[in-house]
């Protein structure tokens, strides 16, 4: 499996940008699908994650009613809608699989097994 984020770029705080993860292959539907972020000198920390059917979202509470996780199934598409962004959401966002498809709550690192190389988000004015 390989997947493709993009959309990252310079926005100004208050502003909105969506990114997208591409995912190959035909079992996209399968899986729980998350997006985490890593700024210089911090670890990678999670933002969100929706399971299979998109019904089950999940969000970091630094994140929590700014931005949105959905995801196309039809079209192995990934998503993160995010608004009302802040200079500290500046981070590099990467998009992972998740081995199961369904969670009551945000696995650990370890529970996805396949990752996006990553887009870069600037919140700057």
């Known amino acids: 499996v390989q997947l493709q984020a993009y959309g990252g770029g310079l926005v100004q705080p208050g502003g909105s940008l969506r990114l997208s993860c591409a995912v190959s292959?035909?079992?996209?539907?399968?899986?729980?699908m998350g997006w985490f972020r890593q700024a210089p000198g911090k670890e990678r920390e999670f933002v969100a994650l929706?399971?299979?059917?998109?019904?089950?979202?999940y969000y970091a509470d630094s994140v929590k009613g700014r931005f949105s996780i959905f995801r196309d199934n039809a079209n192995n598409m990934l998503y993160l809608q995010m608004n009302s962004l802040k200079p500290e959401d500046t981070a590099v966002y990467f998009c992972?699989?998740?081995?199961?498809?369904?969670?009551?709550?945000?696995?650990?690192?370890?529970?996805?097994?396949?990752w996006g190389q990553g887009t870069q988000v600037t919140v700057s004015s």
């Open positions: 992972a699989r998740a081995r199961g498809n369904y969670y009551q709550s945000p696995p650990p690192l370890y529970e996805y097994d396949a």
């Open positions: 292959g035909r079992t996209f539907s399968n899986y729980a």
């Open positions: 929706i399971t299979w059917s998109g019904r089950g979202e």
